[in-house]
């Protein structure tokens, strides 16, 4: 977005803690990468990405607030990179675009293959609430989607990242740039006909 600029304050929002002040380095289409003080970097190490947050940025049309999630944990240089949620419902065609949007699929975890439903899916990782929670953090996956979604199964390698309540969130480990395409495509297709 236009009003989002490199050297802007902004001001994140998560239970973990109360707020941690940065300033905008950079925005892309998909992202927005942070810059934050020593003072903060307790608040920013308690963030993993998946977290979701509430970002408050210090416009010249005033404070722009945007319900957000980590992309890449914090780094040891003070650096943290968001999603850009705003540009995200304009420009359409980036990898992380999301859409909430529920399907039932499956999940493999060594022998047990579990039923789910999804909750929220992007090109680069899905939030979901499995049938059955035999999931723990690092666990490696695969994520079977039926074609009825996406026009043919696609089976997809991925690790879970975090659980909250009954929802996991899993990033793709492995995903080939067709299938990545396809899911892109379906989440396109899924926030234009909401309008």
Known sequence: MNEIKRGQIIILKNPKFSELEGIVESVEDDRIKIHYSKQYESYAWALAEGDELIAQIHTMFGIKNMESMVLYAPSTDGKLVIENAEAIKVNQ???????????????????????????????????????????????????????????????????????????????????????????????????????
Do not use: M
Request: net charge neutral.
């Open 93 to 195: 065609k980036r990898e992380y675009v999301r859409a909430a949007v529920e399907f039932r699929f499956f999940v493999k975890k060594e022998e047990s293959l579990i039923g789910a439903l999804c909750k929220d899916i992007s090109a680069g990782g899905i939030k979901f609430i499995p049938d059955e929670n035999i999931f723990n953090i690092d666990d490696e996956v695969v994520l079977r989607f039926l074609g009825e979604e996406f026009e043919k199964d696609l089976n997809i390698k991925a690790q879970i990242i975090k659980e909250n309540a009954q929802v996991i969130i899993a990033k793709y480990s492995q995903i080939n740039e067709f299938d990545r395409d396809k899911i892109s495509k379906f989440c396109q297709k899924t926030l234009s006909a909401l309008g």
